[in-house]
Structure formats: structure tokens, C-alpha cells
Nanobody, 126 residues
């Protein structure tokens, strides 16, 4: 049973930083896409960033240059370093994974992921 558990959320003032973590367990796959999505109240779930087993990364325009996704290797946690946070970054942040990497899909879409964490809240005050 694959489990994803996020941590690291909290409250911060605009301009501040947070680092989110996502610990994955219960899998043996070495190929993957892993991603961060976020959802603010009353809004749809929004893609933030993905990383794959080749180390490639991709970011939403709204966070590019401020956020960094990383994962040292298959067995380490997934991270999201968030710098220069803005009020509009306030949301519940979710970790998602496609284990094993199935391909043939857009990894910008939440439907492409088969495992999800429970979320961690990020609140940025202006």
C-alpha cells in the first residue's frame, strides 16, 4: 500500500520561505513522476511542479523562479522549497505520485497521478 505523507506547511509572512516534504512508503518502483498540486478555498486544484526519475523538473509559471522541487533519489522524500512566498500562494498543498511511471499522459493534470497525500496547509499573510 503506497502512502504519501506531507509535512512542513505553516503560516508565514509574504516574502518568507517554507520547505514542504513528502515521505513516500510502501512502494518498490524506481520509475516515477512526483508532483505538488495546491488548492485554495473555492478554487480548482492547481498544478505547481513535477519531477521524474530522470531528474527533469517542470514548474507552473506562477511559481517558476521562486519554488524548487527536488528528490535526491528514489528512496528519499520529495521536497518543495518555496521562497519569496506571496499571499496568492496560500492553499492546501498536496503531494502526488505516478508509481510506476506509466507515461503517455500530461503530468500537469491531477488525473495523471495515482497516489495522493492528505495535504499540508500553507498560509501566507500580506
Amino acid at each position: 500500500q503506497v502512502q504519501l505523507v506531507e509535512s512542513g506547511g505553516g503560516s508565514v509572512q509574504a516574502g518568507g520561505s517554507l520547505r514542504l516534504s513528502c515521505a513516500a512508503s510502501g512502494y518498490t518502483y524506481s520509475t516515477y513522476y512526483m508532483a505538488w498540486f495546491r488548492q485554495a478555498p473555492g478554487k480548482e486544484r492547481e498544478f505547481v511542479s513535477w519531477i521524474n526519475d530522470s531528474g527533469s523538473t517542470f514548474y507552473a509559471d506562477s511559481v517558476r523562479g521562486r519554488f524548487t522541487i527536488s528528490r535526491d533519489n528514489t528512496w528519499n522524500p520529495l521536497y518543495l522549497q518555496m521562497n519569496n512566498l506571496k499571499f496568492e500562494d496560500t492553499a492546501m498543498y498536496y503531494c502526488a505520485a505516478d508509481f510506476p511511471r506509466r507515461g503517455g499522459r500530461s503530468y500537469l493534470r491531477w488525473e495523471s497521478y495515482n497516489y495522493w497525500g492528505q495535504g499540508t496547509q500553507v498560509t501566507v499573510s500580506s
